[in-house]
């Protein structure tokens, strides 16, 4: 198995994203929800995505490396499409 280890993300915006990702020679994110701007941008930085994941995230990369990861391959943020107040996270609404 592939090492492990936990990066900080503290970039802000997109394109900031995608530049720790692949500093860090990261070619698949697994995550829960996801706007369209950072879908875009990892698909052009060649980041295959894997949305609409929950769980522990030990289990969910040993499915993933099993070929047996359950995701949304049409996962969306809505709320990423206006402007919102300070402090607001994806953890606040459902996002599918």
């Known amino acids: 198995m ?5 990066i900080d993300t503290s970039a802000t915006g ?8 692949n500093t860090a020679k990261v070619d698949v994110l697994i995550c ?5 701007g950072a879908q875009m941008a990892l698909a052009q930085a060649g980041i295959k ?10 289990e969910v990369v040993t499915a ?9 391959p049409d996962v969306h943020c809505d709320h ?3 402007a919102h ?3 607001h996270t994806c953890g606040d609404h459902k996002c599918h």
């Open 49 to 58: 995505l894997y949305g609409g994941v929950s769980g522990n995230a030990d």
């Open 32 to 36: 829960g929800g996801i706007g369209g």
């Open 14 to 21: 997109h394109g900031a994203l995608v530049e720790v990702l």
């Open 64 to 72: 993933f490396l099993q070929n047996n990861l359950q995701y949304n």
């Open 2 to 6: 592939a090492d492990s280890k936990v």
């Open 85 to 87: 107040g300070e402090g």
């Open 80 to 82: 990423h499409d206006h």
